[in-house]
């Protein structure tokens, strides 16, 4: 399993980055897929979902700034972040969620967020 995120960067306050989520040796559409945020010396926790029928989920720290969308032809997984503030700044991850909630796979590379105030 590989699950490869990229797109992060360096951006100033009320910016925007689009995230990447390239997902291998799984089948992509049928898993309900999250983006987690990590923010420096905290737990991860998950920012956002999507269902394999395309529901989408979000955290009231993330609602109505960022979009989760996937594409099931290219098993990709993306992260739309408008209004980007400094406390976004972390490590995001993407992973594929049981319906317990919890994390199916093994981590993979996350891609690193920092915003500037």
């Known amino acids: 399993v590989q699950l490869q995120a990229s797109g992060g960067g360096l951006v100033q306050a009320g910016g925007s980055l689009r995230l990447s989520c390239a997902a291998g040796?799984?089948?992509?559409?049928?898993?309900?897929m999250g983006w987690y945020h990590q923010a420096p010396g905290k737990q991860r926790e998950l920012v956002a979902t999507?269902?394999?029928?395309?529901?989408?989920v979000y955290a009231d720290s993330v609602k109505d700034r960022f979009t989760i969308f996937r594409d099931n032809a290219k098993n990709t997984l993306y992260l739309q972040m408008d209004s980007l503030k400094p406390e976004d700044t972390g490590v995001y991850y993407c992973?594929?969620?049981?319906?317990?909630?919890?994390?199916?796979?093994?981590w993979g590379q996350g891609t690193q967020v920092t915003v500037s105030s």
């Open positions: 040796g799984i089948i992509f559409s049928r898993d309900h």
């Open positions: 992973n594929a969620i049981l319906t317990s909630g919890l994390k199916k796979y093994d």
């Open positions: 999507i269902s394999n029928g395309g529901i989408t």
